[in-house]
Structures are given as structure tokens and as C-alpha cells.
């Protein structure tokens, strides 16, 4: 789809729709979908021209990596292509043990629990563990996936000013004398700022008021930390991090999430997360990957020290030429730009003039006059790449 057909019809079957479509056009809010037809790469083909890609999140550069898909193409001969049933029938094969064993291993928890997406982890995990009559306190920059498992749980959701531990301070002593479970949710990169939440005061809270933290490792698995475990396993605090989530989809290169913690914590998303109990298992060359990219990310340190390096000199020198770039280590470098609709023409020209596929984002997915160029850069990305995004940006 390129644009929404025109019609006069604004109400019925598919009037309604088109009207609906056309408000979004208008506002400069219409998302469209884009055809890839090349592998994921540094660079790949839309339209039938090669593009310089900016804007995927497979920091790595794993997606293509001849060992993932190795791994991937013996499961397959091994195993099959699909699951064929949800984990608690008959889905649930060795090699889903074998990356949960993994995962745990990795993270330095007990135990790890492999869900088929982050969305479908964060939206099962959270109403696993907090319902009506209990509190959630979750960072006002959350994911969106985040913000779905708290409305689902039917707890009392407060948000705290993003990154603000003054505000959940103030927030969790009002709430002091209720009744009722705490959880603070909180992303430890996030997606489309790319600053870091405050983890260490976080927790300081939450042990003063006796609160649980779950926390989003999406986008720092494989990118920050020790074996590129993420934040907390760097800031040291798996053991007061109740709930450690990240995904495989990312710098991992593969697909699917996970939810590392206490024993206790995966007998209970195994008998209560509804989005654990009632999908099919994932295949087993999906998991195979993810398990062959943990293993990738744990032995090979060189992958994340050269890409957050190169990180660091594309922000700074993108700084330099006078963009506003919001602060970070992370890959993700967004460039805020405020209106949408020349945020959008911006992204259109990079792709255009500079052969740049960098998608601009707009609200809801980032507040209101907040829109912006979301740059990201992959391991895969080598000088001559960053040169022609420095030279396109200039
Ligand atoms: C912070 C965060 N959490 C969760 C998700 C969802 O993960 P998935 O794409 O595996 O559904 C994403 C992005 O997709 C994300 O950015």
C-alpha cells in the first residue's frame, strides 16, 4: 500500500475505514510498509535500489551470520519446522530447554523462560504478577509493550516522570499505607531515547518501600554489559532485579524473548502468563539461532566494543555538525527534529538524496512535538558507511 484510495464514502464497510485512514494522512500520521527485498544487512534493496540501512535494530549484525545460520539450518534438519503445539501440550523440545538453560546461565538466574516475542513477554509477565488492587509504577517513556501488560493486569498504574526517581519516590510514599503487590517496570535502554534508566536508585526505592522491579533489557542485550548481558548484570544487580526481560530479535539476530529470575518467577508465568500458555512453541531454528547467538555474544567481546566505539564517534561528530542528538551509549542515535511532518520530509530526503533508509517516528510512539530521525548503527556498519551517513547528515 502507498496512499489511501480516495472515496467519498465515509461511513460502512470500507468507508468508515478509508475516513479514518484519511484523518491520519492529513495529520502527517499515516504509517506505511515498506518492501525489503535483499537480506538484512548494512546495506540492503527497497525499490530496486540499494540503500544504506539506519533504522534496524540488529545491532550486531547477527541477522546474516553465517554461524546463526548454521545453527538454524541443522534444527531445522534435526528437528522440523514448526513446534506444532503450545510449550504446556506437546511443543516443548529440547532445544527450548536447552536456550532456557542458556538464557539462566548468561544472566546468573535461577531459572529463564523463552516467550515468542517481547511483546507477547512483557504483555503475559506483568498480569502473571500484579492484578487489581495492586500498584504498578512504570517509567512515562516505557514501551509500548510494557504499557499494554499493565493495562491488561487491571492493577492501579501510576506513571513516573521518565527517568524521574524524585517523582516514583514521591509516588510510592503517598501510596504507603495501601494494601497490595508494587511493581516497578522499567526499560533499561530505551527504544527511542537511548538513555539509561537509573537502575541502582531504582532499586534503593524499591527495597525502602518493598517493591518488585522488572526491568527491559531489549535493548541492551547483547549491547551493554559483561558478555553483553545487559545493564543490570553490569550494574551488579541481578540479585535485586526480581524480572530480567530481553529479546532475541535485536542484537541477537534471531527472534523471540525471554524472562530470566527466581525459580519461582517461571513456575508462575509457566501457570498464569497467558501469552506463554496459549500460542504455539517457537520453532526450533528460531530458538536454535538465539541460542547460537548467546553463545556468539558471550565468547566474542570485539563485536560490541567496536560497534559502541563507532557509536561514539558518529554521535560526536554528528554533535559537532550542530544536530540535536540526544545523549547515550547506545546504538540508537535519535536526532530530535519536533515537527512530524518535517521529520518525515527530513526521512524522505536522506532516502532520496542520500540513499539513507533512516524512518523518521512520530507520535504515539514518542510524545507529542517530540519527533525525530531514529538512527541506528549495526557492527556491520563500517567507515565507509558512517562517512556517507556524516557526509548525507551534513
Ligand atoms: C523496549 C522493548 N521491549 C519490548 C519490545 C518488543 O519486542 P519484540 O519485537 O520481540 O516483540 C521492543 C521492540 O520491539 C522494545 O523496544
Redo the contacts with the bound molecule.
Sequence with gaps: MNSIPQSSETSGWPGALLADLRQLEAAGRLRLVREITTAQGPEVEVDGRKVLLCCS?DYLGLAGDPRLKAAAIAAVEQWGTGSGASRLISGSMTPHHELERAVADWKRTEAALVFN??????VGTIPALVGRGDLIYSDAL??A??IDGARLSRATVRVYRHLDVTHLESLLEKDKGRSGRRLIVT?SV??MDADEAPLQAICDLADRYGAWVMV?E??ASGVLGPEGAGLVRELGLGERVQVQ?G????ALGS???YVAGAQALIDTLINRARSFVFTTALPPAVVAASQAAIELVRSDDSLRAGLLERVAMLRAALSERGWRVLPGRAPIIPIVIGDDRETMAFADMLYREGGILAVGIRPPTVPEGTSRIRLTITAAHDESHLARIIQALS
Design positions: 535494530n516475542s517481547g511483546y507477547h513477554a512483557n516505557n514501551h509493550s510494557l526499560d530505551f527504544s527491559d531489549a535493548h526481560m529479546t532475541f530479535g535485536k527472534f523471540g524473548a
